[in-house]
C-alpha cells in the first residue's frame, strides 16, 4: 500500500516508513507497484487520477468534529491523530488548526514562505531577496535582505505565538521544521499527515 497527498505545488508519498516528494509533472508519468490510497487538493488533477488504475481516493474515510466549513482534506489528515494541541502544516500556505479532545475548534490559514517572497518581489524589484533563515529576531535589520527576512519570519512567529500559548505545537509541512525551532513546545512530524490517512484506512477496515 502507497500513501500519496496530492497537493497544489507537489505530491508527497509514503511506503514502509519512506517518505518521498515529486512534482507534478512527475507524477503523470509515476506508475506505482501496489495499491495507492490519496487524498488530493489540486482541482487540476481530478481527471488524471480517475485515468490511474488502482488509485483510491480517501477523503470520504475520514470523520472529524468541527463546524469548520470547507476544511482541505490535508489539514483534516494532520489533525486526525491529534489529540490535543495545534497542528500547523507549513508549506506553501502555512494552515493553523486547534485541537481538543479530537474537537477541531477552527483555525487559520496564512501565507507561506514563497508567497511571501513573492508579494515583496510584485512591489519592487529591489525587495526580490532571498530569505535569510538565519535572520535574529531580537535585533533590528541592518540591510534589506535582512529586513525582508525579519519581516516575513518575526510576523509569522508572533501570529504563531499567539495562538500556541502553553499548548503542545505539532509542526509539517516543508517549512515545518524551520518554524519549530522558534516553540519550545513543538514537535515536527514529517508523517503527520500519513498517520493520518492510516488511521482513516484502519477505521474505514
Known amino acids: 500500500m502507497i500513501l500519496c497527498d496530492i497537493g497544489n505545488s507537489n505530491v508527497d508519498f509514503y511506503h514502509d ?8 509533472q512527475e507524477f503523470d508519468n509515476y ?4 495499491k495507492v490510497y490519496y487524498i488530493n487538493v489540486n482541482p487540476k488533477m481530478e481527471v488524471k487520477l480517475e485515468q490511474k488504475k488502482d ?6 474515510f475520514f470523520t472529524i468534529d468541527t463546524i469548520y466549513q470547507g ?4 489539514r483534516v489528515a494532520a489533525c486526525y491523530t491529534v489529540k490535543n494541541g495545534i497542528v500547523i502544516d507549513a508549506g506553501s500556505a502555512i494552515t493553523v488548526d486547534i485541537m481538543l479532545n479530537f474537537m477541531h475548534l477552527g483555525g487559520y490559514i496564512l501565507p507561506g514562505l514563497s508567497a511571501y517572497s513573492a508579494a515583496y518581489k510584485n512591489i519592487s524589484k ?6 535569510n533563515p538565519n ?13 525582508i527576512s525579519y519581516g516575513i519570519i518575526k510576523s509569522i512567529v508572533m501570529m504563531l505565538e499567539d495562538t500556541t500559548k502553553n499548548k503542545n505545537i505539532f509542526f509539517t509541512g516543508g517549512d515545518g521544521k524551520f518554524f519549530s525551532k522558534f516553540f519550545e513546545n513543538s514537535i515536527y512530524d514529517r ?3 500519513f498517520r493520518g490517512m492510516l488511521k482513516a484506512i484502519e477505521e474505514r477496515g
Open 71 to 74: 476544511m482541505g482534506i490535508d
Open 126 to 131: 529591489s525587495l526580490d531577496k532571498r530569505i
Open 191 to 193: 508523517t503527520l499527515v
Open 55 to 60: 488509485y483510491i481516493n480517501i477523503e470520504d
Open 31 to 34: 506508475v506505482a507497484s501496489e
Open 135 to 147: 535572520i535574529i529576531l531580537d535585533a533590528l535589520p541592518q540591510k534589506t535582505e535582512d529586513a
Open 17 to 24: 516508513g519512506k517518505i518521498w516528494t515529486s512534482t507534478l
